[in-house]
């Protein structure tokens, strides 16, 4: 087995990368800290955030307002925008100076590629795209949950020697912290011992992608096979509800909606107030995507869909037959023109 570049006897502290895009945390970081916190509950871990950027010390308390204790923040112009090489060495750097025993970072595009490269660098485990974290009870390791096997199985996994113990979670598995104006925390400069040569990649312009963020939605209506390539009715009942609209895989395969809508296991995790389900199975891989919407409202033509058992309202019926007069009262209830 590959030692790791320090031991768990010298580790301590819970560490979250705050991933911050032009100068905004990513939602995740929050949620991350939120997930931390929750952990070292009772047991007396400090939970440490590490912003990396340039100018960015503004952010931390953004961070312990959402309970994090210290927030070690890495300014330098080289870090500016992200790239691999440079955040690899500079994060690298600040993980052998402070010794994590736990590192989380969020399953962003940049921090799956962050995790990966940091992982290799320390010789340690990554647990990646978990659904779940907890501590074990009597050794205080990391357990981090996993869906295997197309979804099939649900496996616990956790790295006993190595350090630190890394996971990533995607954004919307667990929730944002109420934020706590109140709460005080240390903010630590740390040094960044970079150069122009360490970074080979140089970025000519930054392009905000144009996609849309379900997993902030409070209102999805969801659309799979069975609206067979037709979501203008999809698209109308989320515009009247303020909501977005949400797909399972079918529709992305088949090019009647972009990836950004994907709800699911390879899709993205939502937790909406009310999600409205047309013309979806439920198979376990889109299911794990919605599980945690307030209210989910199934309408199905098949009685024996699995996703029936998930929902809290049943419709079955055609969603074709459905939508115009739910459409249609929803119009009615906000004043005739959909009160907007
Ligand atoms: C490794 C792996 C990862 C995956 N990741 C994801 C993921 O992230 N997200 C995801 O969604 N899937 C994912 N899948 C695919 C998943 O297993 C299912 O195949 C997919 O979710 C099915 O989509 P669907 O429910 O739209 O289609 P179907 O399963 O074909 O269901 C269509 C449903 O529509 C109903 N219907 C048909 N016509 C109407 C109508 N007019 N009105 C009302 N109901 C109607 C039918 O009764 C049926 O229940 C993954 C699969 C694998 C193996």
Known sequence: MTKSLYGAQEASAIWVYLEQNQGRLTGVSLELVGKARELTDGRSIPLVGVLLGDQVS??????????????????HPLLRQYTTDGYTKAFTELILAGKPDILLLGA????????????????????????????????GLLVGEVTGFGGGILAYIKCPDNRPQMATVRPGVFAVPAPDGARQG???SVPVNLAK???KVQVLEHVDGQGVDITRAQVLVAAGRGCQ??????????????GEVGVSRVPVDEGWASRDRMIGQTGYVTRPKLAIVCGISGAFQFSVGIEKAETI????TDAEAPIFEQADYCIVDDMFDVLPPLIEAVKRARGGNGGR
């Open 108 to 139: 962003t595009p940049n921090g799956r590629d962050l995790a990966g490269r940091l992982a290799v660098r320390l010789r340690t485990g990554l647990t990646a795209d978990c659904t779940d974290l907890r501590l074990e009870e009597d050794t």
């Open 186 to 188: 240390k903010v630590v």
């Open 58 to 75: 503004g952010l931390a308390q953004e961070a312990i307002a959402a309970g994090a204790d210290e927030v070690r923040v890495a300014d």
């Open 229 to 242: 390539g037709d979501l203008a009715l999809i698209n109308e009942l989320a515009s009247l509800l303020d």
């Open 197 to 199: 040569e360490d970074i």
């Open 297 to 300: 409202v199934a309408i199905n």
